[in-house]
């Protein structure tokens, strides 16, 4: 746990500048819901943690070209420092292999127990509650507008979320539902999902 606590100051220190949806608080969420997966799931929990500590340490803002390309980024990142650390070959390669891989741009699903675990842990912070608040936080960052008044529910349009921020629900935050890797993650997802619908329910009754 001291090589946990190391990377956890300096995880601190490059997260600093991270806009509210992607700072130390978005870290420390993911990491608790790794530590919770992979307790129930039985998996290593010390490259969880690493990998779960790591994961955002290169970010890119969303309106930024580089953005799809965070993960991979942040994959060579982690595995430059996890050498500091002096972890293991293997180890860095699972560690850096979860970062790289779990990412929703990435479009894969990562090959080993700790990377379905971060990509897990990772999605779970996108939905429910806080994932409300992280995507209307994004939004506002990026000075989208809330939603598109002739059509806010996409019922007859491709999602744009680069101009609408409930656009992303349509675009990522739903689709999540069901893309869980491990079976303690799907019991959390639905019930994140539940409180995201009854969310836009009472959005669609308001406006």
Not at 88 to 107: M, Y
Request: net charge positive; proline share 2%.
């Amino acid at each position: 746990m001291r090589l946990v606590e190391q990377l956890r100051k300096e995880v601190i220190k490059r997260t600093a500048k991270n806009d509210s949806a992607h700072d130390f608080g978005h870290i420390v969420r993911v990491y608790k819901n790794a530590q919770t997966i992979a307790r129930k799931e039985k998996a290593n929990m010390k490259l969880v943690l690493a990998a779960a500590l790591l994961h955002d340490i290169v970010w890119y803002p969303k309106s930024d070209p580089r953005s799809k390309t965070s993960s991979v980024s942040g994959a060579k990142e982690a595995k430059r420092i996890l050498k500091r650390y002096r972890y293991s070959v293997d180890e860095i390669k699972i560690i850096t292999e979860a970062i790289r891989d779990h990412s929703f741009s990435r479009g894969v699903i990562p090959q080993t127990l700790e990377g379905k675990i971060l990509q897990d842990a990772d999605r779970l912070d996108a939905i429910g509650a806080i994932g409300i608040a992280r995507v209307f936080s994004v939004g506002g960052t990026e000075k989208r507008s809330f939603y598109n008044s002739e059509d806010p529910f996409c019922k007859f349009r491709v999602p744009d979320e680069t101009k609408w921020t409930l656009d992303h629900f349509y675009k990522k935050l739903l689709l999540l539902e069901k893309k869980m890797n491990t079976k303690t993650a799907k019991n959390e997802e639905r019930r994140r999902i539940r409180i995201m619908n009854q969310f836009l329910r009472e959005f669609k009754r308001e406006i």
